[in-house]
């Protein structure tokens, strides 16, 4: 797994999508137009015969170490942001299966009346069934992310690649929309990534890619198109390997 295959030869793979993406030109929640668009990019990307699993982030409705200032301790906000990814895991379900694809919801965190509990030998079957997999509740534990969730189901799954969908088309030196002077990276090291903190993930989730030798591909999720195009070898992007 540690080298990246080239795109044409990628089975399976791991698409991370934050939260905020979900939200569009709104400042919460869910954009019906860009839900619309979003998960249609990831049926052209099951059309194209790859089984795809999807992480999807919570920041949309809210983030634990936010809430964690206020009475709501910490524990409890990352419990509150972990129901709400799986409010967008069933938002983006529903609308594959709308679209005509079939997908499944399966939770790090019991909640029996919306969705199954992950399982590894359950995820494996369902993909296997052309099943798109939406893992929600991240990991299931507080004081973690869906980045470091996207990294350990990349794993598990045995990914060929981790597609971190972003609203930058890549991975810079700086942040592009404060220094003007930024350039983007074509290919960086985990380590590297890691050592100059260049916000690729947070540093659990590169670390976790780093030492499993899981190859990132970080791309905008916000250009139109953009999904199918990294899919296809094609479009601008990071590739985070060693
Ligand atoms: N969260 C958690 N454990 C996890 C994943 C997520 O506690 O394994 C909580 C945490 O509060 C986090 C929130 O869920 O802030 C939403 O996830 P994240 O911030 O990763 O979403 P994104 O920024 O990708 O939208």
């Given at each position: 797994m540690s080298e990246l295959k080239p795109p044409s030869e990628w089975r399976r793979l791991l698409l991370k999508v934050s939260?905020?993406?979900?939200?569009g030109d709104s400042a919460f929640g869910i954009s019906q137009p860009t839900l619309q668009r979003i998960s249609s990019e990831i049926v052209a990307v099951v059309n194209s015969g790859r089984e795809v699993g999807l992480v999807i982030g919570g920041g949309n409705f809210l983030r634990g170490a936010n809430l964690?200032?206020?009475?709501?301790d910490r524990v409890a906000g990352d419990q509150m942001g972990m129901l709400a990814t799986v409010m967008n895991a069933v938002a983006v379900a529903a609308q594959l299966r709308a679209l005509g694809t079939e997908a499944v919801v399966l939770s790090a965190i019991d909640v029996p009346v919306i969705c199954d509990r992950f399982t590894h030998r359950g995820a494996i079957q369902h993909m296997a069934e052309g099943r798109v997999v939406l893992f929600a509740a991240g990991t299931g534990h507080p004081f973690f992310t869906t980045d470091t969730a996207a990294v350990l189901r990349a794993v598990e799954m045995e990914c060929d690649v981790l597609l971190k969908g972003t609203q930058v088309d890549g991975v810079y030196t700086a942040d592009p929309n404060r220094d003007p002077t930024a350039t983007r990276y074509d290919r960086v090291g985990h380590q590297e990534a890691l050592s100059k903190n260049l916000?690729?993930?947070d540093a659990a989730a590169i670390a976790l890619a780093r030492d499993n030798g899981l190859p990132i591909v970080v791309f905008s999720?916000?250009?139109?198109g953009a999904l199918p195009k990294v899919v296809r070898g094609e479009g601008t992007s990071t590739i985070v390997a060693d």
């Open positions: 939260g905020e993406a979900l939200m964690a200032l206020t009475a709501v916000g690729v993930m999720i916000q250009d139109t």
